[in-house]
């Protein structure tokens, strides 16, 4: 089995930084796209910011410019680094990853969610 395991969150002033981390681990051969999604009470889930195992990057227009995505590809672990947050940043965020497993078979999946409050 393949588990995702989100850290990083919690309360933070406006204008405030944060640095989410997302681990997997399990039977993994490969991870491909790695990314953030984030849900905000009473909205849909919406895509934050994705990172392919190449490199290549891609952000919501709400994260240009402010979040920053990384991947460290030996440890299969995921980051999102989060400047001049705002009120409109309170979400829970969740970690994906799409994984090609040992026996070759290839999934999608998600963590448990981190919890972001932006508040003064």
């Known amino acids: 089995q393949v588990q995702l395991v989100e850290s990083g969150g919690g309360l933070v002033q406006p204008g405030g930084s944060l640095r989410l981390a997302c681990a997997a681990s399990g039977s993994i051969l490969s991870a491909n796209t790695m990314g953030w999604h984030r849900q905000a009470p009473g909205k849909q889930r919406e895509l934050v910011a994705t990172?392919?195992?190449?490199?290549?990057?891609n952000y919501s227009d709400s994260g240009k410019g402010r979040f920053t995505i990384s991947r460290n590809n030996a440890k299969n672990t995921v980051y999102l680094e989060m400047n001049s947050l705002n009120l409109e940043d309170t979400a829970v965020y969740f970690c994906?990853?799409?994984?090609?497993?040992?026996?070759?078979?290839?999934?999608?999946?998600w963590g448990q969610g981190t919890q972001v409050t932006v508040s003064s």
């Open positions: 994906f990853a799409n994984i090609r497993r040992g026996g070759g078979e290839v999934g999608d999946y």
């Open positions: 990172k392919s195992s190449g490199g290549w990057t």
